[in-house]
Structure formats: structure tokens, C-alpha cells
């Protein structure tokens, strides 16, 4: 391609290049057919003139050589990394695969070929809107891919879910409450909107409800079926059928735990081990048995325990979300505190609040349908209170919005 054209199309605008109404029958020799055909689609695809190097670059890609001078939109990095990683996950997945066919191990080989479909098709861009061009930049240049690859996991409460990401891999979430008061409930719909929104592999525990109840209770709210038709066993077989072709057309079902049997934090880490899920969720995480040989208070457990869940997050880099119950200080609390229930409304408190990066506290119900959350701590350091809705007929415990607008609860907002 000769220098002139480089020369004029380096300085040129956008629609300056529109103007020269280009095509490939331009140019003689295939190489500068190719190259046209690269910056085409590069102006098209990230509305922006490639500059010198990222051309260079497109050349030597091949050896992997990348110049971390170039200059360009986040959207071209991502996609470069999209394409590293994609590549990585199907060439590990054929090396497994010419292993099990050579072995004629077929129902090994469909699994792993639908689970290499399912890793790739969570590679999404949306998920990282958190992350700066220059961090894609930087990860570009050293061919990195895993830390900016793996994505947060999303509550689906947008005061929660700030910079698109509320959870990363390594994060602890509490979400506490009194007795009853739906702590279960607003854990099961986090991981029903995180398998169904986010197609992650979810693993719930419960210290206190069995496999059954838990299955029950996701049924209703994937669904949106009255809980207590299907607890009642009022629900008719055709309604039944149809709920259970939902729930096994799901990409990733979650998998629950129930209470079967006492849970510990090793026999938790085996099993997460074993499955390897994207995020785990631990109702009830205050009743996990500690093995220590000295005797524990209550209190010593709480503590135990949380900073226990936080080590396996570290380690296993999963986020993983934990339901508390309040203490019975917290009416005294909140009103104390003008109607807010913060940290100190949970025993544990200054370790789950220098341990976790997110806790929800959620208020009693006052009979009108819906619930207050209360953001009591983010790693943003916002806290604020919104209203979800309560609605057990269509199981919907989605954030309320009106006239376009987040409900802030106003005393919450004085007081803070």
C-alpha cells in the first residue's frame, strides 16, 4: 500500500474517509487488499481511524507481538481478549475431546463439548463496563486474559449492582434480616437472576431448608408461580410439566444443598471443588459447623465463620453470598438511627464489615407488598435504602421503581 494513502488516511476523520468511498477494487496486490479490509472494518466496527501501529500490529499478531503504545477504543481490546480467550477454551476442550473419542468415551465427550459452549457464550462485554480502556490496554499488551475475562456477579438491585459488577470473584456478600423476615427468598431470586440473566453456574447451601423446600422455592420464583400452590400441591401436572421443561432448559440450573445433613467449611470447599461454580450462595451461613477443638461462644462463630467464608472466596476466587440473622437489637436500632439499620444491627460487625464488600439488611414487613432494603455497606462506600416488591402470588421480589426513579427511602437519606 503506498505511503500517500497512509499518509491521508492517518490524518484523515471518519467522515472524511466516507467521503473517499473506498472499496477493495482500489487496490492491486492481495496485501494491501487485506489491510483495507482490516481498517474497513475497524472504522466500521469502532467508529475510529486505526492508527499506524494497530495496523503493524494486525501483521504480527500471528507471532504475538503487541505494541502497548496503540491507542484505541476499550471495545477493540475487549475483542482482541474475547478472541485469546475463546481460542483458549475450545483448544483445551479439542485436546480433551480427540482423548475421550479415542477412548470412546461418548457421554464424557457431549458434556464437555456443551461445557466449552457454555464458558465461551459467558465471555459478554456487557460485564465489563467497570473496567478502563487503559486496564484492557494494559492487559492486552501482556497477553493477560483471566482477571479481566472473569466477570462479577449481578443481584439484579441496581443500587446494589454498581459499575455493572456487584460481586467479583474473591468477594463476600451478607444479606441479614430477623427471623422470617424472607432472607431465603431474596437469596434463591440473586441466584435465579444470576443463572438465568447471567448463565452462572450457581450452588446454593442451606443450613436450614432441605433440597426439596429450596427446589420448590426457585420453581416458584423461576416460574413466577404461586409458592404455596406448590406447597399446598395444588398445581396441576400439565402447570408441573411445564415448570420443570423451564427450569431443565436453563443453561447453567443452579444445583442446592440442603440441610440433609451438618455442613462444614471443608465439606463446603470439597463440593465447590467438585463443581466449580461461578458463584455460591450459603443460607443460613451462621449455623456451618466449626471444627475447632476449643469451645467457640456464639459470637466466636459468627466471626469464625465469616472470616472462614472469606479465606474459601479468596482461595477458590468465586464470589459468594452469606444470609445472616440480625440481632434483637435491631428495632432498637433502627430506631435509634431514624429508621436506617446499619452494621451494628448484626453480631460479627466489625468483621463482616471489614470482611465483606456488600451487606443488605432486610426490614420487617410493614403489610403493603413490598420491603425495604437496606445497603448498609458497598465497596463504593454508597449506602441508601430501596423498596423490592413482595409479591407471593407472582413471586417477584424485583426492585421498585417509579415515574422512572429509584424509591429512596427519605429518612434513610437524611439520616446517612
Known amino acids: 500500500m503506498e505511503q500517500a494513502f497512509f499518509t491521508k488516511l492517518l490524518s484523515c476523520t471518519v467522515q472524511e474517509y466516507a467521503a473517499l468511498g473506498l472499496n477493495e477494487t482500489f487496490f492491486v496486490t492481495d496485501g494491501d487488499k487485506a489491510i483495507f479490509n482490516f481498517v474497513d472494518k475497524h472504522i466500521r466496527q469502532y467508529l475510529v ?22 491507542s484505541e477504543p476499550m471495545a477493540f481490546y475487549f475483542d482482541k481478549l474475547l478472541l485469546r480467550q475463546t481460542h483458549k477454551v475450545y483448544n483445551s476442550m479439542l485436546k480433551e475431546c480427540a482423548d475421550l473419542n479415542k477412548e470412546k468415551k461418548y457421554d464424557e465427550l457431549s458434556k464437555r463439548i456443551r461445557s466449552a459452549l457454555i464458558d465461551a457464550s459467558k465471555l459478554d462485554r456487557n460485564n465489563h463496563k467497570h473496567v478502563t480502556s487503559a486496564d484492557f490496554k494494559s492487559v492486552y499488551a501482556k497477553k493477560a486474559v483471566k482477571k479481566f475475562i472473569q466477570s462479577g456477579v449481578l443481584t439484579g438491585y441496581s443500587h446494589i449492582d454498581q459499575g455493572n459488577v456487584a460481586l467479583n ?12 423476615t424472607g432472607k431465603t427468598y431474596i437469596a434463591i431470586y440473586k441466584a435465579c437472576h444470576a443463572s438465568v440473566k447471567q448463565h452462572k453456574k450457581v450452588l446454593l447451601y442451606s443450613m436450614e431448608m432441605s433440597t426439596e423446600q429450596l427446589t420448590l422455592r426457585y420453581a416458584a420464583i423461576r416460574n413466577s408461580y404461586p409458592v404455596h400452590e406448590i406447597n399446598r400441591s395444588e398445581v396441576a401436572t400439565v402447570q408441573l410439566k411445564k415448570m420443570i421443561a423451564v427450569m431443565e432448559s436453563d443453561p447453567e440450573p443452579v444445583i442446592f444443598i440442603g440441610n440433609e445433613k451438618p455442613h462444614t467449611l471443608q465439606s463446603i470447599t470439597d463440593t465447590v471443588t467438585v463443581h466449580s461454580p461461578d458463584y455460591l450462595i450459603l443460607d443460613a451461613a451462621y449455623l456451618i459447623q466449626i471444627e475447632s477443638k476449643r469451645h467457640l461462644s456464639s459470637y466466636e462463630k459468627i466471626v469464625e465463620t465469616i472470616k472462614g467464608v472469606k479465606r474459601l472466596a479468596t482461595e477458590l476466587q468465586i464470589p459468594i453470598l452469606c444470609t445472616y440473622q ?18 451494628s444491627a448484626i453480631a460479627g460487625a ?38 423490592i416488591n413482595w409479591d407471593f402470588e407472582k413471586m417477584d421480589f424485583s426492585e421498585i421503581f417509579t415515574t422512572g426513579e429509584e424509591t429512596i427511602d427519605e429518612s434513610y437519606k437524611d439520616a446517612v
Do not use: M, W, Y
Open 49 to 70: 481511524i486505526p492508527s499506524k501501529e494497530t495496523i503493524c500490529n494486525e501483521k504480527l499478531a500471528a507471532v504475538g507481538h503487541f505494541d502497548s503504545d496503540i
Open 350 to 387: 466489625d468483621d463482616i464489615g471489614q470482611l465483606a464488600s456488600i451487606a443488605v439488611f432486610v426490614d420487617e414487613d410493614d403489610g403493603g407488598g413490598e420491603r425495604l432494603l437496606h445497603l448498609a455497606k458497598h465497596r463504593d462506600g454508597q449506602k441508601c435504602a430501596f423498596r
Open 169 to 180: 470473584p474473591g468477594d463476600v456478600g451478607v444479606v441479614g434480616g430477623r427471623p422470617n
Open 326 to 343: 440480625l440481632n434483637r437489637e435491631s428495632k432498637k436500632i433502627k430506631k435509634e438511627n431514624d429508621g436506617v439499620i446499619d452494621l
